[in-house]
């Protein structure tokens, strides 16, 4: 059974930096593209960054130069490094990824619960 599982998420005032983590277990992620989401108050779903096959990632304009996805293979793990967070970065975030290999995030097979970041001015 497939699961992902996020951490990380805390309660930081403008400017400050947290990393989340969405950990895997039940299959391997090294040839899985995955991308972290992101739902605040009121807004729809968006999606922040991903991770493609071969190391390419794409980031949302709004977290471009402040957001950085990267994967462990070893820990079997996904990062995302937030630094100079903004109040408008608030919300739950999510890790999601493809059930199969080399898919390049078409269907998005897989979803952790989600850890909320809250920001403050």
């Known amino acids: 059974q497939v699961q992902l599982v996020e951490s990380g998420g805390d309660s930081v005032p403008t400017g400050g930096s947290l990393r989340l983590s969405c950990v895997a277990s039940?299959?391997?992620?090294?040839?899985?593209?995955m991308k972290w989401f992101r739902q605040g108050p009121g807004k729809e779903r968006e999606a922040v960054a991903t991770?493609?096959?071969?190391?390419?990632?794409i980031y949302a304009d709004s977290v471009r130069g402040r957001f950085t996805i990267y994967k462990d293979n070893a820990k079997n793990t996904l990062y995302l490094q937030m630094n100079n967070l903004k109040p408008e970065d608030t919300g739950m975030y999510f890790c999601?990824?493809?059930?199969?290999?080399?898919?390049?995030?078409?269907?998005?097979?897989?979803w952790g619960q989600g850890t909320q970041v809250t920001v403050s001015t």
């Open positions: 991770m493609r096959l071969g190391g390419t990632t």
């Open positions: 039940g299959y391997i992620i090294t040839n899985i593209c």
């Open positions: 999601a990824a493809d059930k199969e290999p080399y898919a390049n995030c078409v269907d998005l097979d897989f």
